[in-house]
């Protein structure tokens, strides 16, 4: 498969890649977004956009790949409502709708969270209910992953300076986690396998949540 990934220098798009990296199933890498991964690698090539808004200036480089994983995401702390729906929203319907056109059929995967509900009272959960509603109703094989905790690991990290002290302080309970709420965790190199097990055979629903994130990475062949 050809695969585009969008976000890929978050912790979830560092997982995403990772696994996209080592994994047969998947023959070339594209990673879009306004900076460099830093990673070099056969497989894979970038391109550096800065508004993800308007992706017309690359299309030529979209075209022709059989699954996108949306990773690219913000905290809503400290974010209007305006601001937040520009980035969740907006970033997400533009790749969405540009890869409908481009690539009609082929399968987005896009990580949304665990409580997301578009008639909810939290603004971020209705702006990523917002944003399902939407790319579900595109001409893609659109699927919503929404991981309640997840778990860097093999060097992924978050860019947001108090996620990186709160998995460092709670790293150590994972395992415990893991046991007592298997239905509720997750590992981003669980979530990069389970888009590629997506990508290549599909899943029996569109929204999937943690256990069933771990059962497609599980699945894998």
């Given at each position: 498969?050809?695969?585009?990934v969008f976000g890929a220098?978050?912790?979830?798009?560092?997982g995403v890649l990772r696994e996209c990296l080592e994994d047969d199933r998947v023959e070339s890498v594209l990673t879009v977004g306004r900076a460099p991964t830093g990673r070099s690698h056969p497989k894979l090539r970038e391109v550096t956009h800065a508004?993800?808004?308007?992706?017309t200036p690359i299309e030529d480089d979209l075209a022709g790949h059989d699954?996108?994983?949306?990773?690219?995401?913000?905290s809503s702390a400290g974010m209007s409502?305006?601001?937040?729906?520009?980035?969740?929203?907006?970033?997400?319907?533009?790749?969405?709708?540009?890869?409908?056109?481009?690539?009609?059929?082929?399968?987005?995967?896009y990580v949304s969270g665990a409580g997301?509900?578009?008639?909810?009272?939290?603004?971020?959960a209705r702006v990523k209910g917002a944003t399902?509603?939407?790319?579900?109703?595109?001409?893609l094989e659109?699927?919503?992953?929404r991981p309640g905790y997840i778990q860097p690991v093999h060097g992924a990290t978050s860019r947001t300076r108090w996620y990186r002290l709160a998995y460092v302080v709670t790293a150590p309970l994972f395992p415990i986690l893991r046991r007592v709420f298997p239905a509720s965790v997750t590992t981003t190199e669980r979530i990069g396998q389970a888009m590629i097990t997506v990508a290549a055979t599909g899943a029996p629903e569109r929204i999937l949540g943690p256990a069933a994130i771990n059962a497609l990475a599980a699945a894998r062949t």
């Open positions: 498969m050809k695969v585009i220098t978050g912790m979830v798009g560092q508004d993800l808004l308007d992706l699954a996108c994983f949306f990773c690219l995401g913000v409502e305006e601001d937040y729906r520009r980035v969740t929203y907006g970033y997400t319907l533009a790749a969405g709708t540009t890869l409908a056109r481009l690539n009609p059929g082929s399968t987005f995967v997301t509900d578009a008639g909810g009272r939290a603004m971020w399902e509603e939407a790319l579900l109703e595109l001409p659109a699927y919503m992953f």
